[in-house]
């Protein structure tokens, strides 16, 4: 079976939509994500009210969790960036496609 290019289409601009809502997600939470990632940092450097050593692991350990977290949603962004531009390049080569088939089935008739 198939699938015409209308359909694959529909499919890619239904998945760019979404793509695009989860994107919006991510940016939209941002500042929550930044305020936590701060925030634990903070806590780490805390640690140094239970001790020497918990403090030098609280203040070694939480703000690299913060900046991993950071690089994770950050990532997440650029590959969801990334999808949505390779599926529009895809979409606008389908149409390409048709327009080109359309033309040749007119010229031929």
Request: hydrophobic share 40%.
């Amino acid at each position: 079976m198939r699938v015409s290019t209308d359909d694959r289409i529909a499919k890619n601009e239904a998945w760019i939509e979404e793509l695009e809502r989860s994107r919006d997600h991510y940016e939209r939470r941002m500042p929550s994500y930044k305020r936590g990632y701060v925030g634990l940092a903070m806590a780490g450097i805390a640690c140094f009210a239970f001790g020497v050593m918990p403090g030098i692991w609280g203040s070694v350990c939480a703000p690299f969790v913060s900046v991993c977290g950071w690089f994770m949603l950050k990532t997440r962004l650029w590959e969801l960036t990334s999808e949505i531009e390779a599926l529009r390049a895809e979409v606008l080569r389908l149409r390409e496609g048709e327009a080109r088939a359309e033309r040749r089935s007119t010229s031929t008739a």
